[in-house]
């Protein structure tokens, strides 16, 4: 029995201690071949184990609690964030934690306060959750399934959806059946009332403790069909009243759960006093949507759906009505639509139902006609202010006033190489461009974003010789992010490498196999304990092209930008190593390109310089801060056919701009992506990009009341633009 811990035979806790320690080692270990694909497994082992006996949670708990308090004693600040996120996901799912254990793992968490960035960040946020399990026992677990599973009650509305972006570059066609199942993957017994039979059972195991027979009380909830509603109703809204008065007497929330049990059990017909052991209540995986990124709105169209409540059946796909309606909520003009409720506006992204034309033509000569008069319409500030709280959320850990609260959490999980990541970039400044001139999804849901790098190259080494292909892959943000949070290198870095052989595997099976749980466990996982922002700098690319009739084109990119001059590529190919490359080499130096650019540097100073030269060709790659606080800049490598010494070879800068002084064709490629490829160039001006909401504050010229308090927020934003992708750790933005 899970209530008789302080008892459990001490070779359940040295099993568990042995288990812990091979984690930990794995952590430190580097990352070498084959061995990469395993990584992550003895984590998702581990949970599966106190999944299935849930009798071993307490041990586990005492387990990392003693790891936690060696961590203090010991300098071995690298495993403190993988300790705090194996034992926040172990509470989460434990069915009972004795008080004494609950208050010495929240004392041994808030000692961990006073470590530095990013420690300190993770200890506070888990030390404000296990307070608020502590005060109410089952909360988390509740208000998670919930979310996830968004179950209707009167007391807690959030809701919560997934939905995964894979990279049709990297997934092949053949594989995405397979992936999709495996993503989707539903355990049995997932229906309406099963969740809310967990719910039930869950939280009132979890105050009850001893007191509650678990198996007796599971089978009566199976036996009250559709009343099993009722009790789901009265158990959240108790627990929900315990979690907002806090400091009313703990007895209270206790009796008004033992009255919902005593009603179950005497309506089974069951002893309501006789006490048993506790079952588990697994934590099923949350609803996730799976779609093979093709369009460029996909994510915006989602997103849309989601926050104004459109399900799949009332979805038309009828792209150019549906793209006029788009455009009339995103209008500017009079703003006739922005005074909408949310019940008309969501009908203008729909397609008028299915009937006969002469209905639909009649009903358009009894409307009213309206001449509307195209004008500008400046943004209300109680919209503004959505969208500057919104920038300083994103941009920072410490938010300086209290999160608006909304109803709805879109978590976007990214599935790719440095493309998807580009492409992400790209659709997240589109979705914030649209929300600064017409506030949409700001007011109605939080985005959080994930990725997961997945590539359909061999491993690359990072060692000696092959240094070189390393750099030269499509993961080299996966490997920053790695760096960063080892946490997130263990288990989401070698999660991509394993993911397409799974889908191999299965593909390869002989008859129909069954889903395989492993990889929807793991988004889970990912998804519910990281909380914790990395931004990638976004950069803004500016291309001019030879041709006047032909329009300058803005884009944007986050990992590298190439630029060559096609004959010589193809000279550096046909002669390198030959007799003849000596000479080609005298003869062609490469064409002749104007370099301007501000250089980057530690103090911030704005040093702009101008350099003349000629080269076959150049690469931009965004170098990330290592360990220089804050030096985010541009890393520019000029290819030669004649080696350059290393000072002249390659620039830091903030920004760039580039010339060519020749008419030679120029290509450019963005985030290594060839669907991302320009031609026929003049030049190329890179900039931070900046972000719209910064652009949209900055850019007014009267200031009311409301719009002073909007410009003292201003001091809080990032006046560039950055990707936040949720990790576990995090760093300092």
């Not at 760096?483 to 999660?495: E, K, R, T």
């Not at 220089?628 to 760039?656: E, M, W, Y």
Request: hydrophobic share 35%; glycine share 4%.
């Amino acid at each position: 029995m899970e209530t008789s811990g302080g008892s459990m035979s001490s070779a359940i806790e040295c099993n568990l201690y042995r288990s812990i320690q091979a984690i930990l080692r794995e952590l430190d270990a580097p990352c070498q071949g084959a061995s990469a694909c395993n990584r992550g497994m003895l984590r998702w082992t581990l949970h599966k184990r106190i999944e299935n006996n849930p009798s071993h949670c307490v041990s586990l708990l005492k387990v990392l609690i003693k790891e936690l308090e060696k961590v203090e004693r010991v300098d071995y600040k690298t495993r403190i964030i993988p300790l705090l996120h194996i034992l926040a996901y172990v509470v989460l799912q434990s069915v009972h934690i004795p008080e004494d254990l609950f208050e010495r793992m929240y004392v041994s968490i808030k000692k961990l306060i006073t470590l530095p960035e990013p420690y300190c960040t993770v200890s506070l946020a888990y030390a404000r959750i296990m307070k608020m399990e502590m005060g109410t026992p089952g909360l988390l677990y509740q208000r998670r399934l919930i979310a996830e599973q968004s179950l209707k009650n009167d007391s807690f509305t959030l809701q919560e959806k997934v939905f995964v972006f894979a990279d049709p570059a990297v997934f092949p066609e053949s594989l995405v059946s397979a992936v999709r199942a495996d993503v989707e993957f539903t355990a049995p017994n997932c229906g309406m009332e099963s969740h809310m039979q967990r719910v039930v059972l869950h939280s009132l195991q979890a105050t009850l403790g001893r007191h509650c027979n678990g198996p007796r009380l599971s089978q009566a909830l199976e036996d009250c069909g559709t009343r099993v509603r009722r009790h789901f109703q009265e158990v959240v809204s108790a627990v929900e009243e315990s979690m907002e008065a806090a400091t009313s007497d703990p007895g209270h929330h206790r009796t008004q759960l033992q009255h919902i049990y005593t009603d179950i059990m005497a309506a089974a017909k069951q002893d309501p006093s006789a006490s048993g052991e506790v079952c588990g209540v697994p934590l099923p995986c949350p609803e996730i949507t799976f779609n093979i990124w093709k369009q460029e709105e996909q994510i915006w169209n989602e997103l849309v759906n989601f926050a104004l409540m459109i399900s799949p059946s009332e979805r038309s796909f009828d792209e150019d009505d549906l793209e006029e309606r788009r455009g009339s909520i995103m209008s500017n003009d009079s703003g006739i639509e922005g005074d909408l409720p949310v019940a008309e506006l969501s009908a203008l992204s729909l397609e008028p139902g299915p009937g006969p034309p002469e209905t639909q033509n009649e009903q358009r000569r009894k409307s009213p006609q309206f001449i509307r008069w195209n004008c500008v319409r400046k943004m209300k500030v109680a919209d503004r202010m959505a969208l500057v709280r919104e920038s300083v959320r994103v941009g920072s850990r410490s938010d300086p006033f209290p999160r608006e609260e909304r109803n709805l959490v879109g978590r976007v999980l990214v599935m790719g190489d440095d493309r998807a990541l580009g492409r992400l970039a790209k659709a997240y400044l589109s979705i914030r461009k649209r929300e600064s001139k017409h506030l949409l999804l700001t007011k109605r849901l939080n985005l959080e974003m994930y990725y997961i790098p997945v590539s359909n190259e061999p491993t690359v080494a990072l060692s000696g010789e092959e240094m070189t292909t390393a750099q030269e892959s499509k993961l080299t943000l996966a490997r920053f992010l790695g760096s960063v949070d080892p946490w997130y290198d263990c288990n989401i870095n070698s999660l991509g490498a394993m993911m397409l052989k799974l889908a191999n595997m299965s593909r390869s099976s002989k008859g129909p196999s069954e889903p395989s749980p492993f990889l929807a466990d793991i988004i889970s996982y990912y998804i519910r304990t990281a909380f914790q922002p990395v931004h990638l700098p976004i950069y803004s690319i500016k291309i001019t092209f030879s041709k006047l009739s032909t329009s300058p084109v803005e884009d944007v990119f986050v990992s590298h930008v190439q630029m060559d001059f096609p004959e010589f590529k193809s000279l550096r190919a046909s002669v390198k190593g030959s007799l003849r490359h000596k000479r080609a080499t005298q003869l062609f130096s490469g064409a002749a390109v104007a370099v301007n650019y501000t250089k980057a540097s530690l103090s911030k100073r704005e040093v702009d310089t101008g350099i003349t030269l000629r080269t076959c060709g150049v690469g931009i790659s965004v170098a990330h801060p290592g360990g220089s606080k804050d030096l985010n800049s541009l890393s520019v490598t000029f290819n030669d056919l004649i080696p350059r010494p290393c000072n002249a070879s390659a620039i830091r800068a903030n920004n760039l701009k580039i010339q060519v002084l020749e008419k030679r064709p120029l290509i450019l490629c963005l985030d290594k992506d060839s669907r991302r490829v320009f031609s026929d160039i003049q030049s190329v001006e890179i900039t931070p990009c900046l972000d719209p909401g910064y652009c949209l504050q900055s850019a007014r010229s009267k200031h009311t009341l409301e719009e002073e308090k909007e410009s003292a927020l201003s001091k809080y934003m990032s006046r560039t633009l950055t990707l936040p992708i949720n990790t576990f750790s995090g760093v300092v933005h």
